[in-house]
């Protein structure tokens, strides 16, 4: 079974451009994650769909990241512009069910803003 | 913060030796996860114990829980060298959709 897929692998730009990951879950997972983990804490939730529906995206900073889940499958999570602060891992996730399931992580991408 | 926290930070440790890590938390749960975090594999996940399970295990994985107290701990019986990695506690919010909090993580570094 293939697992998350997520391009590019890493990614270094400048503040104030801008930037788009993208996810693959795997196939037949309804529930997609993106999560930010800044180096030396643990992943933080941004966003959560379900089916191509967004579940929870409260601590998404919405004045500059936005997601889509187009046709309820890959997604894109975008940046713009970026900030020395988004500097960060962005790591994609899924899970067949949305209470009580484990998540599957993909590799995630290694953004570095200068 | 509802950010879980561990303990310890860091642990180093000799092959063969057993490992433990705590995750506080402070609100009702669901469930709670354990996930390792290396750089080879990424975040995978070790194991899932629900709010009404007082103990599991997996393999050389025991996790407890105790509700009563916030509180969760894994152990890892004769450690490997392979075992060195970053380990996350996740909870699922009682009243929140599958949505997880990671703790701070443990580091542990097992020496040959």
């Known amino acids: 079974e293939a697992g998350v897929a997520q391009s590019p692998r890493y990614k270094i730009i400048e503040k104030r451009q801008s930037v788009a990951f993208w996810c693959n879950p795997i196939?037949?997972?309804?529930?997609l994650y993106w999560y930010q983990q800044i180096l030396g804490q643990g992943p933080k939730l941004l966003i959560q769909?379900?089916?191509?529906?967004?579940?929870?995206d409260s601590q998404l900073p919405k004045d500059r990241f936005s997601a889509e889940r187009l046709k309820g499958v890959d997604s894109t999570l975008k940046i713009q512009p970026a900030k020395l602060e988004d500097s960060a891992v962005y790591l994609c996730?899924?899970?067949?069910?949305?209470?009580?399931?484990?998540?599957?992580f993909g590799p995630g991408t290694r953004l570095t803003v200068t | 913060s509802q950010q879980g926290e561990e303990d310890p930070q860091a642990l180093s440790i000799q092959e063969g030796e057993n490992a433990t890590m705590n995750c506080s938390y402070k609100?009702?749960?669901?469930?709670l996860q354990w996930y390792r975090q290396n750089s080879g594999r990424g975040l995978v996940h070790l194991i899932l114990?629900?709010?009404?399970?007082r103990e599991k295990h997996s393999g050389r994985l025991r996790v407890t829980l105790d509700t009563s107290k916030k509180s969760s701990s894994l152990l890892i019986t004769a450690s490997r060298a392979a075992d060195t990695a970053s380990y996350f506690c996740?909870?699922?919010?009682?009243?929140?959709?599958?949505?997880?909090?990671f703790g701070t993580g443990t580091r542990l570094q097992v020496t040959l």
């Open positions: 996730a899924s899970s067949a069910g949305l209470a009580g399931v484990e998540q599957y």
């Open positions: 196939s037949g997972h309804a529930t």
């Open positions: 769909f379900q089916n191509n529906g967004v579940v929870d």
């Open positions: 609100t009702s749960i669901n469930n």
């Open positions: 996740a909870y699922d919010r009682a009243g929140t959709a599958s949505k997880l909090t």
């Open positions: 114990i629900r709010s009404n399970e």
